[in-house]
């Protein structure tokens, strides 16, 4: 008796990005209720699954979603209004605009715009760290799509919605005891930087996200003018700083960390805090090249981020893979950062700097059904010699054929199936 499913997505080359690396030809992702239930040949599946929907892959390559480890979804507002700046500058510029444009309407219409972005290329994931999250988890739930935020904090009134930072620090409190656990997702906080907090709310933030089990991020030595203003104020630079507070740990994920010490990387790695890498942000705003080629080997995870579609353009994470492949070889080693490394950190690294490698980042029965189809028939893309290679030095965005959060299919044959493509973008050219 067939085994009923939902759907079954078949007849492609599978890039499962487990451990071993499993790439199965012309295989087959069976899934019920979200979860990958089986994964194996297309003829034994068909077999075995009677489908209520089904994917025919058929010439295309199947893969994870890919993971956005560090993003500011609606600044999605802001593009285009803060290039060829300095970090710093960029920061003045933002909070300013930010002050006279957020409110939760605006928020959910960039965030809604966003995650039609997003889900065209390919991204079934993202942390976002950005205010009204409220919003932006209400557009995502009706889009059906996969996202990580909560409350953020900087030591100004919150340009949002006015709250002081201990009226906010309580109702950063109460949002956490709101929120219900479900697979593949956990609680986060977001701590701007170093720069914006003091040690003292620091470290009052990194307690409350113990005490909930949640995820902290938070950016940290960014570029070199940021490590400088932390180390005049406290003496320290930012990551030695957090590590002499105690923060750094396996629920804490740095974005940038682009000016690190030596010392600073084994601190991450003996503490098993996580690193989100954002290539083209870090290249676009001049803050530097992060050493990403000494991190794992060292022994710390490193996802993939876009950071926000003002200082990146761009939410495109396929793009920033070939960035991350690309950039670290520019030293003079073409064995820097490889196709499969970097592939990797938009899957499975990604998940796990989240904390959620055992939910998201590789196809494997058990883990939540997030997938994407890449057609693979594009001239661009023969001969096909190598997936990895493909996905990261060939293939682009625009290849994203078919996009799958939760067993739910979002993007079918280039069409997106939750959200109303032309309403979305009048919305966003009504803001501009």
């Known amino acids: 008796m067939s085994e009923h499913v939902d759907p079954l997505v078949h007849g492609g080359d599978v890039l499962t990005v487990d451990e071993t690396g499993t790439l199965v030809r012309n295989g087959a992702v069976a899934v019920r209720e979200g979860e990958i239930v089986a994964l194996g040949q297309t003829e034994e599946l068909g077999r075995a699954c009677a489908a209520a929907e089904t994917v025919d892959a058929a010439g295309c390559l199947v893969v994870p979603g890919l993971v956005n480890a560090h993003t500011h979804l609606a600044m999605t507002l802001l593009r285009g209004r803060a290039d060829d700046v300095t970090l710093q500058g960029f920061l003045e510029r933002v ?3 930010e002050t006279e444009l957020l409110s939760p309407k605006n928020v959910a219409a960039a965030v809604r715009g966003a995650i039609a972005e997003s889900l065209r290329a390919g991204v079934t994931s993202a942390l976002d760290m950005y205010w009204f999250h409220e919003a932006a988890e209400r ?15 900087m030591d100004v009134p919150d340009p949002a919605d006015g709250r002081a930072y201990e009226e906010r620090l309580e109702w950063a409190r109460r949002d956490l005891a709101d929120r219900s656990r479900r697979p593949g997702t956990r609680p986060v906080l977001f701590a701007h930087s170093a720069c914006t907090l003091n040690p003292d709310q620091v470290i009052e933030i990194a307690a409350l996200a113990r005490e909930f089990g949640a995820l902290l991020h938070i950016h940290a030595a960014e570029n070199a003018t940021e490590v400088a203003t932390v180390e005049v104020r406290y003496g320290k630079r930012p990551v030695e700083l957090l590590d002499s507070l105690g923060i750094l740990g396996p629920d804490l994920l740095l974005a940038h960390a682009v000016d690190l010490t030596g010392p600073e990387i084994t601190a991450l790695a003996r503490t098993g805090t996580s690193v989100a890498h954002c290539p083209v942000s870090n290249m676009k705003l001049g803050c530097g090249i992060a050493p990403v080629p000494r991190l794992p080997s060292a022994g710390v995870t490193v996802g993939l981020g876009t950071d926000g579609a003002v200082s990146s353009n761009s939410l495109d994470v ?5 960035q991350a492949a690309m950039v670290h070889k520019a030293a003079g080693d073409p064995t820097a950062v490889g196709a499969e490394q ?11 700097a989240l904390g959620l490698g055992d939910h998201l980042g590789s196809l494997e029965p058990g883990k939540r059904a997030d997938l994407i189809v890449l057609d693979l028939g594009g001239p661009h893309l023969r001969p ?7 996905l990261a030095y060939a293939a682009h965005s625009a290849d994203v054929r078919d996009t799958v959060v939760e067993g739910r299919v979002l993007m079918r044959d280039r069409v997106l199936t939750t959200l109303d493509e032309a309403a979305v973008l009048a919305d966003l050219e009504s803001l501009s």
């Open 95 to 97: 909070l300013r605009w």
């Open 139 to 153: 557009v995502a739930r009706e889009a059906g799509r996969r996202l990580h935020t909560g409350p953020s904090f």
């Open 318 to 322: 396929l793009g920033a893979v070939r």
């Open 342 to 352: 970097a592939v990797s950190m938009a899957t499975i690294e990604g998940a796990r």
């Open 384 to 390: 096909r010699h190598d997936p990895w290679s493909t």
